[in-house]
């Protein structure tokens, strides 16, 4: 396998780089961000990916598994080695490497700088339950939510339905699932979802919660590079379309807007832990009370944070840039920009349009307002040629 890795096009220069672990669409805008600034990119990926064909990619790397989280971190540790990527950037663009990178910062930052916060603080993200207790602590509305550790205690909860059954740490329910969240519309149903989804989730916890009415139009993000409390970059963004529309795994179509309310929870929430890096926090208006209520707190880069950047913060620079020692001033983003990921919001687009959710004028219309594909790029043509080759392949593996 090294062997192989040497006959690919290795850094040159002395400009430290970084090393992209994951080449989908999400650590393509991060290998864009820095390429055109000249930074060199290792990117690591052990699935065909897209990364791999931007003209801003340096080396591509193809480990066998990435799966497995001491696996990743002795391979990451090997790979910096070998190459000399000694002092380079490590961005993690999945759940799973930011827990393996703040679980082993110490043995990764041996050679590479890790902007992923200390476990101690990664942990109030990475677990719901952490996330919620918190929230409630701080008197940042959430949802109501139950913590069962038994079947039996479902009888317990006393709630109208329909109901949310939801993992506390996402990966392993998402990756044998498919999905975010299950609905349940009576208790019988809620029992046989618990028991289910109490196989896929090892040690982990299952939560039970209330579903706030809507769809992706009343979900909202804030955006944020957090330094010493301080929002360095920050952006705040609705979610107009996603799928599955109920519970997204991820956004088709996003606006930047101008939310302080949202803002603010996520600098209480963020503070509260000393957070350092890039941070998502997903809330949902609920029209029953109009709160915000907060829903997920993302440690890492975002699907849509090529947004970012015609918004005027650009995320991932701003992070490379502070890692390395550059100055970086602080920036918010300008509404009424738009993202769209092409590929997921036609076929999404079809379904709202088909259920009645969603009208053919206004779906024309807002093809008309976005700034940003999540792919395509004139000046980097490559990748979204790949993603069309790829799409069976996509479709196998993720669902779409």
């Known amino acids: 396998m090294w062997n192989n890795v040497f006959r690919s096009r290795l850094p040159v220069g002395n400009r430290v780089g970084a090393v992209v672990v994951g080449g989908d669409f999400h650590g393509l805008e ?43 971190v002795d391979f ?5 080695q070998r190459m000399n990527l000694k002092g380079w950037v490590l961005f993690p663009t999945r759940d799973e490497h930011v827990a393996a990178f703040s679980r082993h910062k110490h043995m990764l930052s041996k050679v590479f700088r890790v902007p992923t916060p200390d476990w101690e603080i990664t942990k109030w993200a990475w677990n719901k339950l952490n996330t919620y207790c918190l929230a409630k602590e701080l008197d940042i509305p959430i949802p109501r939510t139950w913590f069962p550790l038994t079947v039996d205690e479902i009888d317990d909860i006393d709630a109208d339905f329909p109901l949310a059954i939801k993992p506390a740490v996402k990966e392993d329910f998402f990756y044998a699932t498919g999905a975010k969240a299950w ?17 896929h989730v090892g040690s982990n916890r299952v939560l039970v919660q209330d579903i706030i009415p809507g769809d992706g139009r009343t979900q909202f993000s804030s955006c944020i590079f957090m330094k010493n409390g301080v929002a360095i970059g920050s952006m705040e963004a609705q979610r107009w379309r996603q799928h599955p529309p109920e519970f997204g795994r991820a956004a088709t179509f996003v606006e930047s807007i101008d939310l302080p309310i949202v803002k603010e929870a996520t600098l209480k929430f963020l503070r509260a832990i000393n957070y350092y890096g890039l941070a998502e926090t997903e809330y949902k208006l609920d029209p029953r ?7 997920d707190v993302n440690a890492r880069t ?17 992070l490379y840039a502070d890692q390395v020692g550059e100055p970086v001033e602080t920036c918010h983003g300008r509404s009424g920009l738009g993202w769209i ?34 792919v395509f790029n004139a000046e980097d043509i490559l990748p979204s040629l790949a993603e069309i080759a790829l799409l069976p ?8």
């Open 183 to 199: 609905r349940a519309e009576n208790r019988a149903e809620l029992k046989e979802m618990f028991q289910r989804a109490s196989g």
């Open 30 to 72: 991060i290998i864009r961000s820095l390429g055109r600034r000249g930074v060199p990119i290792c990117l690591v990926d052990n699935e065909y990916c897209i990364g791999r064909f931007s003209k801003y990619t340096t080396v591509t790397v193809r480990p066998p598994n990435l799966s497995k989280e001491q696996e990743t």
């Open 341 to 374: 990921r092409m590929v997921t919001d036609i076929p999404t687009s079809l379904g709202d349009i088909c259920a009645g959710r969603l009208g053919v004028k206004a779906y024309l219309q807002s093809l008309k307002g976005f700034t940003v594909e999540s």
């Open 393 to 400: 392949y996509l479709v196998f593996k993720r669902g779409f």
């Open 289 to 295: 009370d109009g709160q915000y209520k907060l829903l």
């Open 302 to 318: 975002w699907g849509f944070h090529a947004l970012g950047s015609p918004a005027g913060v650009d995320f991932s620079y701003l």
């Open 76 to 80: 990451l540790s090997e790979l910096g």
